[in-house]
């Protein structure tokens, strides 16, 4: 422990971060004001798909505080009124042929101040003519439905990929030799990440330098920079992007939305700087969405339970613009992990991605690539099967986890899951519920008429993308770049790539370095979020930060230890090979008490001390990490619920969740990541949903109709803990921070489907809403 009770490495401690997040000090896009500063707003369709025969800015431009109103046309002009996608499609920055969705960006208005730009977009006057809206990607497909994407050079129809993994021969034949085969329609519906700050820029073009500064809420600041460089033609080094505090991303601010290159065109016209702040509605109704999945699943097994094989087969709703965020070669992310935790012997799934006429985004919130629309399926098929068997639910997954033997272990779709014991969380999870226990009160409550469920969902992740070799975002390799000073007096600088947006990097990050080297977290400053004082990476999502960044971090420190090694030789006079090292300090071998500490070495190697040939003097040292392999969190989680069959309330009464992510850097911290994940997790299992009309009209624009879970819907958590390092990192960390939001969603259903095993039900979809519910108990359809 340090002078002030921090631990001299892992272990819990406070986040250092929250010494001003809890004085209401931090520092968010929004609270940059610079000096002649204007304000943007954006004007947005009303309609879900329509023609533009016109727009007249004149009284817009007449509004004494305006400053500027820029259409597709202004933008056309610079090139911009297209911008690139993630996933190599083009959206329209503004809109100019048409709209494809409720809420595109129409126009931009930049004025003196943010009420009069909102009160000019009512001097806008655009003139739409309607076109048939496709809000049902079950129909998009069709023949007779309207070409949404005409812009793009002979398209014919709706498709956007097709993309399968896994062998289809041999899945085929499991499937004709399995005495039991379950298949069910499963959808994922459609939610939003809906982060506490909403997504926004402070742009700032100097027209003399030729530099652009942005002040942006994103993920990743160095991808962000590259993309403006590429889509504005402004030189890379002559663009800043600074992340200060972020109030939470799921996702969310991954991409680069219109409005930001309007901003920044906005400012290029005036020549001052233009903040653009979405409002709450904006950020539901328009910026990247998750899921929206329409999946069907079939689950091959033996009669006495061995499970074979898997099939299941997706309709992917992009929404009008495919804008999702998600390696080049994995259209459908990760989600071919479907075979989840068990050991199967054949796979296959196929992946339709789709335009429709709702927002673009896709891919955010929480999911691991898709991860969470892949975890979710396989444990609802594996419930489903253990109904049509008759076998309990945890006996079943026992029999078919994965054996800690079989790892490293090759999945039937080709991912190598790095390390694991999987039948022992489950244990755990079984035994801290009390699993045998609550079977019986399940069954005296059953005789009494009361509804009780017990759900259990066993996940594996695969998260930390990725090595270069296989995984880039545009072409931008999947490598992290670090940074690592130490100061003559011994204190350290590290400088990451990563963003962190809540996660508390600050001080995870700090511990991995004072764990490395033996001094205090509280001895390292962590730089990150600026592109000028950072190395280049990709940024945060996909739980990537400590698998990758983290290793990067890692091995920074230890080439600083090593170099320290070197100058501790000559400071003792003593062949390094003669140096043991022990927390802190370099010793001579078999003499204890002669020794230097990182801080005598630090001021040494700054200092006249001769240094042997070949050894620089200070103890700077930087890493760029390729990762060989993703990292393999996994859990075992059971939920309880009680259902009331009268109104269709559910009541998560318990929720015990076991995690495994290898070894815990800050136990505290990847407990808070668990518990926000789980908090999701029943917030997609009984109330989100991003609901759309037949005309394409968004249904979920406030958080009054858009319902998020609060601590009334949790129970006390209660968490148990496992740990199998990966033996690829170089902490034998994994990522924690999608976990429990991939897990739990499927432990909540199971346990409510399980509750409803006497009204045979065999399964409803999420959001299972008491009207959910209770149309489900009445064996009625829910109108939606
Ligand atoms: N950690 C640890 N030991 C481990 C693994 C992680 O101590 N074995 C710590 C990390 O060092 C970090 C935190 O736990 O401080 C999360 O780490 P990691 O799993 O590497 O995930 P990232 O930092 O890359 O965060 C991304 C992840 C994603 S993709 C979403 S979405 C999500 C999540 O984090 N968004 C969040 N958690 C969030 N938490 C907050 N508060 N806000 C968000 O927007
Ligand atoms: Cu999929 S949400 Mo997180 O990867 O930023």
Known sequence: MSANGSPMGFGRMRRKEDARFVRGRGTYVDDVRLPGMLHGAVLRSPLAHARIESIDTTAAEAHPKVQAVITASELAERGLAWMPTLSYDTQAVLASDKVRFQGQEVAFVVAEDHYAARDALALIDVEYSPLPVVADAGTSLDESTVVIRDDLKDKQDNRIFDWEAGDKASTDAVFAKADVVVAQDVLYPRVHPAPLETCGIVADFDPIAEKLTAWSTTQAPHAHRTLLASVLGIPEHRIR???????????????????????????????????????????????????????????????????????????ADHGAFNCTAQPTDYPAGFFHIVTGS?????????????????????????????????????????????????????????????RPGQFPYVCPTGWEYDSGNYPAALELAMKTAGYEALRAEQAAKRERGEYMGIGISCFTEAVGAGPRKHMDILGLGMADGCELRIHPTGSAVLRISVQSQGQ????????????????SPDEVEVVHGDTDQTPFGLGTYGSRSTPVSGAAAAVAAQRVRERAKLVAS????VSPSDLDWERGRWFVRGAPTIGRTITEIAAAAHSSLELPDGVEGHLDASCVYNPPNLTFPYGAYICVVDVDPGTGQVKVRRFIAVDDCGTRINPTIVEGQIHGGLADGIGMALMELMAFDSDGNCLGGSFMDYLLP??????????????????????????IGESATVGSPAAVVNAIMDALKPFDVRHADMPLTPAAVWCAIQGRPLRS
């Open 710 to 735: 609060t601590s009334v819907e949790c129970p006390p958590w209660e968490l148990g803990e496992m740990v199998t390092p990966s033996p690829h990192h170089p902490l034998g960390a994994k990522g």
């Open 241 to 315: 992007v600074i992340s200060p505090d972020v109030g939470g991303g799921f996702g969310n601010k991954v991409p680069i939305y219109p409005a930001y290159l309007c901003a920044v065109v906005g400012s290029m016209i005036t020549g001052r700087p233009v903040k653009w702040a979405e409002d709450r509605s904006e950020n539901l109704m328009t910026s990247a969405f998750a899921r929206d999945y329409h999946m069907r699943g079939e689950i091959a097994a033996t009669s006495d339970g061995k499970i074979l094989g898997l099939r299941v087969r997706v309709l």
């Open 342 to 402: 068990y050991d199967l012997q054949a796979a296959h799934c196929e992946v339709t991605g789709v335009y429709t006429n709702k927002a673009p985004g896709g891919v955010a919130y929480a999911c691991s690539f898709r991860i969470a629309e892949a975890s979710y399926l396989v444990e609802r098929l594996v419930d489903m099967l253990a109904l049509e068997l008759d076998t309990d639910p945890a006996e079943l997954r026992m029999r078919n986890l994965l």
């Open 504 to 519: 508390g990097h600050e001080t995870t990050f700090a511990q991995i370095v004072a764990h490395e080297l033996g001094i």
């Open 570 to 573: 000559a400071m003792l006079e």
